[in-house]
């Protein structure tokens, strides 16, 4: 099995793949890419390498390995003898200005001028929801991200569809759970603002009677482990740490 490794310090798991039989990649199309880090690199090693299959691994000097993790040797065992659970993660992507943006968490518009509000204007499947809304921004959440950015403000997750969220608006606004095939438009009413996706360093400078688009992508992310990766221990205290 040919691995390509992502993230800082994947030195520290050479010796435990070389115990499995595992070659590292530096070149070519690797069978699986290992994330090594947090939800990061996850979210960077999709966007770096979509389409092929990704086992995420934690980093012990930043997170504390749980007993399901066992230890990196008993990860990588796991991995070469095809044991591990296979995920299907549903992606977003967000497009403006004929550019586009893809997330396996969420895409969000938010304000540009952080002393200034947006205005805007939310379109569901070309119906008008509410009136104009002011406040920091809107976004769109899958169900892998809806324990992260959503649910920081929402307070709450959801376990199907796409999740609609509306940070800091001036008056009360519902957050939405809709059914994943659902198209989001967004049209700017006051800027200026932008378009971003995941942790992705890039944006999509948006200004006023710009509208942008948010939707399902065709593609979905393939994980490998996922249930060691994110076990009740790590849940928990991924929570604890939320804002």
């Not at 070389?18 to 947090?38: F, I, L, R, S, T």
């Not at 966007?47 to 086992?55: L, T």
């Not at 205005?119 to 569901?124: D, E, G």
Request: glycine fraction near 10%.
């Amino acid at each position: 099995m040919n691995v390509r490794l992502y993230g800082n310090g994947t030195e520290d798991l050479l010796p435990a793949l070389a115990a499995v039989g595992c070659a590292v990649a530096d070149a070519g199309v690797p069978d699986v890419v290992v994330a090594y880090g947090g939800d990061g690199a996850l979210l960077g090693a999709e966007r770096e390498f979509p389409g092929i299959p990704k086992f995420p691994v934690r980093d012990c000097r930043v997170a504390k390995l749980c007993p399901e993790h066992a230890c990196y040797e008993g990860q990588f065992r796991r991995l070469a003898a095809g044991t591990l659970g296979h995920r299907s993660l549903m992606k977003l992507v967000g497009t403006a200005h004929g550019q586009a943006l893809v997330a396996i968490n969420d895409v969000f518009i938010h304000h540009a001028n952080p002393v200034t509000a947006i205005r805007y204007r939310v379109l569901i499947d070309d119906r008008a929801y509410g009136h104009e809304i002011v406040g920091d921004g809107v976004g769109v959440a899958t169900v892998h991200g809806s324990t992260a950015y959503y649910r920081s403000i929402t307070h709450s997750i959801f376990r199907a569809g796409i999740g609609l969220a509306f940070s800091n608006s001036t008056e009360v606004t519902n957050h939405l759970v809709l059914p994943e095939d659902t198209t989001i438009r967004v049209r700017l009413t006051r800027g200026p603002a932008v378009l971003v996706a995941d942790n992705d360093p890039r944006h999509i400078p948006l200004s006023e009677g710009d509208e942008a688009v948010i939707a399902r992508n065709g593609e979905a992310a393939t994980v490998l482990g996922l249930e060691i990766f994110m076990c009740p221990a790590c849940r928990k205290l991924r929570h604890a740490r939320q804002p």
